[in-house]
């Protein structure tokens, strides 16, 4: 179903016309105070007011359990579209210097973004520096920038082998240790069965660079105004033997992410597998309820048989610095994720990044119906301890994930090596990112 | 035999025609059986099949209801940035477009000029300047953002110019002004009643482009309280989407099916209107 899809390229190309003036000049933050907490539990104590853009259903609940533990501090909550939509309109509020929220809710990938060229608040001047320890290693590294610390993550997205037991079972296929075995169980599936397929891929940009992550790539490094690509390394090129393999073996079905079809297949077996971010089982229970008791988790497959996983999704709330009371909006960042504010969203089927909730053991021994009563989040948290070290995304990654579908997608289309298309986007995001301002080299 | 008044039937027209209703009515079709099934069934029979349960009521319901009935605000703003912008277009069109064709005046080519060359800009490739523009005058996030671009209409003043040089006789007005009346009484009680199916024919296009108005909206508003229908189809739609999805694929269905019926009605009630106008200008009398 394609509702509204033109609409949305219109929104994208309006985003990369607004961050063509927005990126130009990287602002050197180089004012690296580091506080303390007192001006933000001053703000607290003195109240006010304070708008909060989010898409995250456990909002609606935070917000209210928040306002109710400081009756002098209103949040006023808006959905300002998801995703994409909503960094459109903040990108447009930054570019006019108003308009924009006191928090804003952004992905890990979007952060750089909006971090670098100066328009988020760096936490460290209220001394939030000091809670590296309570978060899990990968999340805090995407919401630091340098040395700076742009946010306090929320949920994130340690990545693991979701797969369809009856499927599973009834073809007699062992859950893949490696990719290797992954490959192998993709072709027994389909063979077995000509209408199944191991999983559904037709590119997606958040996919493709996890999948590098994994491999232990990393394709983008930047110190601000410095960019460098390189996406052919030694991750990218172990990602695409494996997964040009599936492309060309036609072993992939291609319904697209997130439609009406996908969420069908992934109800009635048609996909076995899925590998992705630990927020995946709120939305198998929420939106999949066709396919209750047959899934289950596993660790992600691995090259070598070593655990080793990479963070997919996830995101993070940041203090815009138009904001006017930027101490309360800390405040409100500190409650929601360092704070009160974890327990509405773990209950809301969220996946958190504080590891002592991940350790917990109401959180690891919960047995979980949906999954047939396996402690799923054992699996989980093992994952969110194994990701893969020093990834970092572009300065534009939002542009990129635009334009990905026209290079890296054409590859999936024709059949063609992945690694084509990964370099036709390479030298795309260099062009771009010179024009930008930006100095880009790629290799 | 075949005449002006009874021409010959053409298979081939006859069958291209068929071949565009069904084009024109099977995704309405898919889109009025869709809107009956349940969330599970529409992800489970095929398009245009009926589901297991007739839930086009509960559908209705649920969408009204969802997320504290944000549906039904979503329609009053439609409404409001129907009536307010698409009516002040009008009014505005109207207006000027027969001020432009029944008086002579210095810089008359010159508004002609700058009235053709304001079709021939997409009102998309304006969306960013007027963002600008308004979030200095401070009108971002508030309904007057939608609105007053809506007031605009440059086709629509040019469909009324060129309708008000044929339905407007100069004698008309002559008689009109030996017998006294005043310029605006000429315009309010004489050549309104000329215009009518031409003002019928801008309204329906003001209302078309103002119910249907996406890109302006989504920029301009971030507040879902000021969405119009479209945005907010949108962000039910866009919801189904990553960390935290939680589609809504029968309501954004039921929803649109709502929102297009009262477009329906409209052409329905204001067709013969609709027709007269569009062949403005196509006879030289």
Redesign the interface.
Known sequence: MALFRRHRAIAALALAAALATACGSPAQDTAKATGTQDSVDAALKAGGSITYWTWTPSAKAQVAAFEQEYPNVKVNLVNAGTGKDQYTKLQNAIKAGSGGPDVVQIEYQALPQFALPGSLVDLNQYGFGAFQKDYTASTWSSVTVGNALFGLPQDSGPMALFYNKEDFDKYGIAVPKTWDEYLDAAKKLHAADPTKFITSDTGDPGFTTSMIWQAGGHPFSTDGRNVKINLNDQGAQKWTKVWDQLVQGKLLSTVKGWSDDWYRELGDGTIATLVTGAWMPGVFKSSVTAGSGKWAVAPMPTYDGQPVSAENGGSAQSVLKQSSNPALAAAFVRWLNHGNGIKPFIASGGFPSTTADLNSPAFLNAADPYFGGQQVNQVLTAASGAVAKGWSYLPYQLYANTIFVDTVGKSYLDGTAIGGGLKAWQASLVDYGNQQGFTVSAG | MTSVLRPRRSRTLTAVMALYLLYTLIPLAWLVISATKTQ?D???TPGLSFGGVFALFDNIGQTFTYDNGIFLRWLGNTLLYVVVGAGGATVLATAAGYGLAKYRFRGRQAVFAVVLGAIAVPG?AL??PT??LF??L?L??TPLAVIIPSLISPFGLYLIWVYAVDAIPDEMMEAARIDGAGEIRIFLAVTLRQLAPGIVTVALFAVVATWNN??LP??ML???NWYPLTVG???W???????????V?HL?ITG?VLTIIPLVIAFLFLQRFWQSGLAAGSVKQ
């Open positions: 599970p529409l992800l489970s998309t969306a960013v963002f600008l979030s200095r401070g971002i996030d996406y890109f989504l920029i971030s507040d879902p189809l949108n962000q739609n866009a919801q189904a989407i990553g960390a935290a999805a939680q589609p694929y954004v649109s």
